[in-house]
């Protein structure tokens, strides 16, 4: 559970001015493609290999998760192409309320080459782990594509705050004897409530 709130902090200045600076997996299918996803890796985890899905997948709020794609170049059986142009992989996360996603430059495969391809996704601090989530892995090109879906589990998190935007009024300038307004907006990501916060703001070359 994602909370938000802002406290308020005075400061009086006295020196001089200064600046304070349930998921069925999807298997990959040829669909007239010529290449295959041959393996899927999650992390150094084997995620999906040979058109079976080998695990679920846990992963963890506010990190960043690695995504290895292999793709296979395949001979398209009806028109007999053994290289596609303007390839692309994308990895995206399905469930969550924002995009979650990344995808690769163009490339070219060829027959009986295998490809390894590399995608990092960022993994959101506010993401329920009550809900179930999927990987989708996409190759495609002008004309086909072929997929895999692997499941999701997101990892229980200690409480944590974050602090998410500091506002200063009258703003980053002030004079000696003036006083310095500070709102400290902070998220709280925890299933329980939290007490007794306390917001310190210093400013250590004035000893203040």
């Given at each position: 559970m994602?909370?938000?709130f802002?406290?308020?902090?005075?400061?009086?200045?006295?020196?001089?001015?200064?600046?304070?600076?349930?998921h069925?997996p999807?298997h990959?299918?040829?669909n007239g493609a010529?290449y295959?996803?041959?393996r899927v890796?999650?992390?150094g985890?084997?995620?999906?290999d040979?058109n079976?899905?080998?695990n679920?997948?846990e992963?963890?709020?506010?990190?960043?998760?690695?995504?290895?794609?292999f793709?296979?170049?395949?001979?398209?059986?009806?028109?007999?192409i053994?290289?596609?142009?303007?390839?692309?992989v994308?990895?995206e996360?399905?469930?969550?309320?924002?995009?979650?996603?990344?995808?690769?430059?163009?490339?070219?495969?060829?027959?009986?080459?295998?490809?390894?391809?590399?995608?990092?996704?960022?993994?959101?601090?506010?993401?329920?782990?009550n809900?179930?989530?999927?990987?989708e892995?996409k190759?495609?090109?002008r004309?086909?594509?072929?997929?895999?879906?692997i499941?999701?589990?997101v990892q229980?998190?200690?409480?944590?705050?974050v602090i998410?935007?500091v506002?200063f009024d009258?703003?980053?300038?002030v004079?000696?004897?003036?006083?310095?307004?500070?709102?400290?907006f902070i998220?709280?990501?925890?299933?329980?409530?939290?007490?007794?916060?306390?917001?310190?703001v210093?400013?250590p070359a004035?000893?203040?």
């Amino acid at each position: 559970m994602r909370k938000q709130f802002g406290l308020f902090v005075i400061m009086l200045l006295l020196l001089a001015p200064f600046t304070i600076a349930t998921h069925t997996p999807t298997h990959a299918v040829a669909n007239g493609a010529a290449y295959t996803i041959e393996r899927v890796k999650v992390d150094g985890i084997t995620a999906y290999d040979n058109n079976n899905v080998i695990n679920t997948i846990e992963i963890e709020r506010g990190r960043d998760i690695f995504v290895e794609v292999f793709v296979e170049g395949l001979t398209d059986n009806i028109t007999g192409i053994t290289e596609t142009e303007d390839v692309t992989v994308e990895a995206e996360i399905d469930g969550y309320d924002d995009d979650i996603e990344a995808e690769t430059e163009k490339f070219d495969v060829e027959e009986d080459v295998s490809y390894r391809k590399v995608l990092r996704l960022t993994i959101p601090e506010d993401i329920d782990a009550n809900e179930f989530y999927t990987l989708e892995i996409k190759v495609s090109d002008r004309s086909n594509s072929v997929t895999a879906n692997i499941p999701l589990r997101v990892q229980e998190q200690e409480k944590r705050l974050v602090i998410e935007d500091v506002i200063f009024d009258p703003g980053l300038s002030v004079e000696a004897g003036e006083t310095l307004y500070t709102r400290v907006f902070i998220d709280y990501f925890g299933d329980e409530e939290e007490e007794n916060i306390r917001i310190v703001v210093k400013v250590p070359a004035l000893w203040i």
